[in-house]
């Protein structure tokens, strides 16, 4: 079993709806990343968070540490949402991936 | 704030042939870099980590004399893949942190192709 898991897997959703992406952990974390990696594979950092929640425009990134789940959610998504969304764990000095989750936002 | 720069983006290479791929951290002090390798649908894989001065550490399975990891500077670490084969064609992607990676930024990724 993965230390790290996401889900879904794969994502579609028509333009304007509301998106959430799932991450849960198994190791104890002192952070917790929200990536986004687009076709080029560029990789960008949208939240580091340990408690709680924050939020970046129309992303909402929480974070329940007890039960060790974190959700990424999108309010009225956009084509330009499209990418993979990848959550990572700092643990013990060292950062872990889930396998990503494949978003597809049609027009 | 917090660009990191990759280069090459892109590089085609011949079997045999070594690469070197740089990793800048372009306004900031990284004290730690990490390099992560990622085939085609799956995530980002660590392969070592290096702090500057010092030797990388490396992960599990990755062959330090086939990877060398320099962390010359507070700003620059390189990667060089040496004798390369087609089976290390892959995407290389770097991060750089000014901790002990707690706090990390990418690179843009350089996709390796060897033929």
């Known amino acids: 079993k993965n230390e790290v898991e996401q889900s879904p897997q794969n994502l579609t959703a028509q333009e304007g709806e509301f998106i959430t992406i799932n991450c849960s952990y198994s190791v104890g974390i002192s952070a917790l990343h929200w990536l986004q990696q687009h076709p080029g594979g560029g990789i960008v950092s949208l939240f580091m968070?340990?408690?709680g929640k924050k939020k970046h425009g129309r992303l909402i990134a929480t974070i329940n540490i007890q039960e060790k789940h974190s959700s990424l959610h999108i309010t009225a998504s956009h084509p330009r949402d499209s990418a993979v969304y990848i959550c990572a764990v700092y643990h013990n000095n060292d950062m872990r991936f889930g396998a990503g989750t494949r978003l597809t936002v049609k027009p | 704030g917090a660009v990191v720069s990759q280069h090459p983006s892109r590089v085609i290479c011949k079997s045999g042939t070594s690469v070197k791929i740089e990793c800048r951290s372009l306004d900031f002090q990284a004290t730690t870099m990490f390099w992560y390798r990622q085939f085609p649908k799956q995530s980002l894989m660590l392969m070592a980590t290096?702090?500057?001065?010092?030797?990388?550490?490396?992960e599990q399975g990755v062959e330090k004399d086939k990877f060398l990891i320099n962390h010359a500077s507070l700003t620059l670490s390189t990667l060089t893949v040496t004798s390369a084969h087609p089976e290390d064609s892959s995407f290389y992607i770097c991060?750089?942190?000014?901790?002990?990676?707690?706090?990390?930024?990418f690179g843009p990724g350089t996709r390796l192709t060897v033929t």
């Open positions: 968070l340990s408690s």
């Open positions: 991060s750089a942190s000014p901790f002990d990676g707690y706090e990390q930024y």
């Open positions: 290096s702090n500057e001065g010092s030797k990388a550490t490396y």
